[in-house]
């Protein structure tokens, strides 16, 4: 047996590790930009705008003009070749669209291509964080209520419920730290589709979590009598198989797409595959250690002498 | 379960294979089902239906512009609504959507526009016109004029152009009210054509009312000019030669772009309410071809790799679960064909995401049917336990995902975020067909193979292959 469930503080400390990091960035931005998360537009507001230029374009000319035309907090930078700038700014309406591209069209001449616009009024976005932040909290509410019932049958069917919301919300916080750390190495942000990637993550997360638990509550009507840590590991032992089989038809599919498909899908395919691997991890590291937790009342294992875990079954 | 109803399930499942088959296609289909597919090259891929983000185009929000204090009132939005509707039609913009979003907004898609800006203008502009006496005042295309209907033209353009949020326009006549004597209730229709110099020009026809008050007019003003104002501003200010009954011609410096705009503001008739742009997204239809050809070999790719996994995995069993993902595809291609679902990058990474999981619940299957075997049940036993036994964790695993889809509908519905809603319904279908193959048609299948005879147990291991 592989006593998961005895090693729990072990697995506790893995997860805190993955989320660290993004505290860590969370408290650093908020302090030193004054926001916490790289949020995109979708969420503040703003302009963002990305021209294709009929050659290599030296972002600071581009700003340039923008600046001239009022609009001092302005960032460009290349993505993609260096004939492809993306723009920053604050939302503005079609006359003063109109205005900035009469100044690109005297700076640059007429030799540029819009490849996309996006221009979102700041109550728009403030709205959109609120509703993002709501529907993951109705998710993770109606995901728990349906568990607690599901498992209405087993002691403590809440506990269920409750701990699959904590592995879920562990996997969205892995899910932001990863989001953080690759922001400070190459720019990605958070935008409408992480949060669609997000709440993927959650509902596919939680199919893991229920396979392992529909297991203990399986085992747990066969091998009455016996400890709750033992009917676990045993639970845990029994679906990792299917548990990561699961997850590894999902991610071969998820992998492909982040190789072989376009570069405009590659941050949300990212996103759900660290999400899908953490949930993963989650299902049977998180999860169920956290029920035994709550059974035992103590987050670490009490240091008490314990049957033998090989687990004999009572009865078939 | 006798093997009877097994071969007419089989039967069954083979028929709906065969029509599923017939939808995707592409083979002659009636008109209901081809509608999508009459506009081939950029609009289309397969008969589906492509969305903003693939084909190109524009997504606009605007929301009602009440001044301060002002309420909305009852039914001006279904009102704007309409116009706005009428005008994106008159603009001539194909497969163009406009729908009511919450009180006070509404969301309209500009399918293959890709200069909307003027677009935008003039679905959003309020469109009051106004034929206006100018009482001896030269009046010039271009003027901004204080009218009875709109007292304060100038005072507000003045106040556009000081804040920088639009050009300086001239108002030679800043103080002064000029009176309104028709508005644009008097038109019935509104063309843009050119004259015989090749000038673009905008005529106009009267309704029966219109005609009467707009003959009253002109036959007591011959001689003088009549100014035709569009929400304050002049569009042109001719003189009246003699009286006009029934329809007539206004003349001015137009370009092609600026007379269409006027007769699609001029024919629908005036917004109940000024509407400001709150969200304005543009996407060129270069980004997205590419993307769906590396997304579909991605996806290829991705599929191949998981049919080597199910049969190393699990041999015999694991060959019915690629056939029965087969179906599933095909199946679940009709269905986006005939809803019609409207085909976005993320929907389709959301639909091949959603193949990849659609062998969880046979993985799950499986397992648990190797678990019976090890146990030391018999193959045919061992194959219903599995189904059973493991049918609760498929059902629940699903149910939470579906779970994920709805919340994420709603969000994509609330914010005109037609990218995540097209995505949820793509993955919810998919969770839902899924149920279906892999239970279902799975069990078919594997029971097919297992056939009615009663095999020895070596045999029947053999059949299953562990």
Not at chain 1, 50 to 58: C, K, L, Q, V, W
Not at chain 1, 264 to 271: D, E, I, K, R, S
Not at chain 2, 93 to 114: C, F, H, W, Y
Not at chain 2, 147 to 174: E, I, K, L, W, Y
Request: glycine share 8%; net charge neutral; aromatic share 8%.
């Amino acid at each position: 047996m592989f006593r998961i469930i005895e090693r729990r503080g072990w697995w506790f400390a893995l997860s805190l590790i993955a989320i660290i990091p993004g505290i860590v960035y969370m408290a650093w931005s908020g302090i030193t930009r004054g926001y916490a998360l790289p949020l995109s537009i979708d969420y503040t507001g703003g302009t963002l705008w990305e021209i294709r230029f009929a050659e290599a374009i030296e972002p600071g000319h581009v700003r340039q003009v923008f600046v001239d035309a009022g609009f001092p907090d302005t960032t460009v930078f290349t993505i993609g070749d260096d004939k492809t700038v993306q723009v920053k700014l604050k939302s503005i309406n079609a006359d003063q669209k109109a205005t900035l591209q009469t100044g690109l069209e005297a700076k640059f001449g007429g030799a540029y291509e819009e490849l996309s616009y996006r221009s979102l009024g700041p109550t728009i976005g403030g709205e959109v964080s609120r509703a993002a932040l709501l529907a993951v909290a109705v998710a993770s509410g109606l995901i728990l209520l349906y568990i607690a019932w599901a498992f209405r049958q087993v002691p403590h069917p809440f506990r269920y419920g409750t701990c699959a919301v904590i592995a879920l919300i562990h996997d969205v916080l892995v899910v932001i730290s990863f989001l953080c750390i690759m922001n400070l190495i190459a720019g990605w942000e958070i935008d409408a589709l992480t949060l669609t990637a997000v709440l993927t993550v959650i509902g596919f997360s939680v199919t893991d979590t229920v396979v392992v638990f529909d297991r203990i509550r399986e085992n747990f009507r066969r091998y009455r009598g016996q400890a709750f840590d033992v009917i676990a590991d045993r639970s845990l032992v029994e679906t990792m198989v299917r548990s990561i089989g699961t997850q590894v038809t999902a991610l071969l599919v998820l992998v492909s797409i982040l190789v072989l498909g376009g570069p405009t899908l590659a941050v949300f395919v990212a996103t759900l595959i660290v999400g899908f691997i953490s949930g993963m991890y989650s299902s049977i590291f998180n999860a169920s250690p956290l029920v035994a937790a709550w059974e035992d009342r103590s987050l670490l294992p009490r240091k008490t002498a314990r049957p033998a875990t090989d687990g004999t079954p009572a009865a078939a | 379960m006798g093997i009877r109803n097994n071969n007419i399930f089989l039967v069954g499942i083979l028929i709906l294979v065969a029509l599923a088959l017939y939808v995707v296609l592409p083979l002659p289909h009636p008109d209901w089902l081809a509608r999508s597919e009459t506009s081939g090259g950029a609009n289309n891929f397969a008969g589906l239906k492509l969305g903003l983000d693939l084909q190109g185009g524009t997504q606009v929000m605007l929301e009602a512009d009440t001044p301060a204090g002002q309420t909305l009132a009852a039914g001006a939005m279904d009102t704007a609504k309409r116009v706005v509707e009428n005008r994106v039609n008159g603009l001539g913009v194909s497969e163009a959507v406009v729908q009511k979003q919450g009180d006070n907004r509404i969301i309209t898609e500009l399918p293959g526009v890709k200069n909307a800006d003027q677009a935008i203008e003039t679905i959003r502009s309020t469109g009051q016109l106004e034929f206006v006496d100018p009482k001896g005042a030269a009046l010039d295309q271009g003027m901004v004029i204080n009218t009875t209907n709109r007292p304060d033209s100038v005072q507000r353009a003045q106040a556009a152009a000081a804040d920088g949020s639009a050009d300086a326009v001239p108002t030679p006549f800043p103080d002064q009210i000029f009176e309104t004597v028709m508005t644009g209730e008097v038109l019935k229709d509104a063309q843009a054509k050119t004259d015989q110099l090749n000038q673009w020009e905008i005529a106009f026809l009267l309704t029966s009312d219109g005609s009467s008050k707009f003959y009253n007019y002109t036959s007591t003003h011959v001689g003088q000019a009549m100014a035709i104002v569009l929400d304050g501003v002049v569009l042109s200010a001719p003189r009246i030669n003699s009286a006009i009954r029934d329809q007539g011609v206004i003349t001015g410096q137009f370009t092609q772009d600026e007379a269409e705009s006027l007769a699609v503001q001029m024919q629908y008739g005036a917004l109940p309410v000024p509407l400001k742009v709150v969200d304005v997204r543009t996407i060129g239809a270069t980004l997205g071809q590419d993307s769906v050809r590396s997304s579909l070999i991605a996806g290829a790719v991705g599929l191949l790799a998981v049919f080597l996994f199910m049969l190393i995995m699990y041999r015999v069993p694991g060959l019915i679960a690629c056939i029965a993902l087969v179906f599933y595809i095909i199946f679940l291609l009709a269905i986006f064909k005939i809803w019609p679902v409207t085909l976005t990058l993320p929907g389709i990474a959301g639909f091949l995401l959603s193949i990849g999981m659609a062998v969880d619940a046979n993985i799950l299957i499986f397992e648990r049917m190797k678990e019976e075997l090890r146990a030391g049940r018999s193959p045919r036993l061992a194959v219903e336990a599995g189904f059973s036994r493991a049918w609760s964790a498929i059902f629940d695993g699903h149910l939470t995902t579906l779970i994920s889809c709805l919340v994420l509908f709603w969000f994509g519905t609330t914010f005109g975020a037609s990218v995540v809603k097209g995505y949820s319904l793509t993955l919810g279908a998919g969770v839902l067909m899924s149920l279906f193959t892999a239970v279902f048609v799975t069990r078919v299948l594997m029971r097919s193979i297992l056939g009615n005879r009663i095999h020895s147990s070596e045999a029947s291991h053999a059949a299953i292959g562990f």
